[in-house]
């Protein structure tokens, strides 16, 4: 099976930064996107960036020039670099992967949209 593990969440005073990981475990052949979400207190998840396997990236406009993701496709590991933090982008933070193609009990498997257990960003003003 696959599980996603994020960790890099926490407090920060506004303009500050943070980056957050996320590892996708278990015998996996290939992930094609990996990307983050948020979502804050009663509002719905919402894209923050993704990227694919090949390099092509996606970015809510809001976050667009201060927040940067990244991929090491050989640990299937998703970073997000935070930068110039504001309170608006305090939300509970998610982890995806999609289209994963992995091993298990010697069969090849895929299996579409996982997603981490959440970490939180909290900006204060």
């Known amino acids: 099976q696959v599980q996603l593990v994020e960790s890099g969440g926490g407090l920060v005073q506004a303009g500050g930064s943070l980056t957050l990981s996320c590892a996708a475990s278990g015998r996996i052949v290939s992930i094609n996107a990996m990307g983050w979400y948020r979502q804050a207190p009663g509002k719905q998840r919402e894209l923050v960036a993704t990227?694919?396997?090949?390099?092509?990236?996606d970015y809510a406009d809001s976050v667009l020039g201060r927040f940067t993701i990244s991929r090491d496709n050989a640990r299937n590991t998703v970073y997000l670099l935070m930068n110039s933090l504001k309170p608006e982008d305090t939300a509970a933070y998610y982890c995806?992967?999609?289209?994963?193609?992995?091993?298990?009990?010697?069969?090849?498997?895929?299996?579409?949209?996982?997603w981490g257990q959440g970490t939180q960003v909290t900006v204060s003003s």
């Open positions: 995806n992967a999609d289209r994963i193609i992995y091993k298990d009990a010697g069969i090849f498997r895929n299996g579409n949209d996982y």
């Open positions: 990227m694919t396997s090949g390099g092509s990236t």
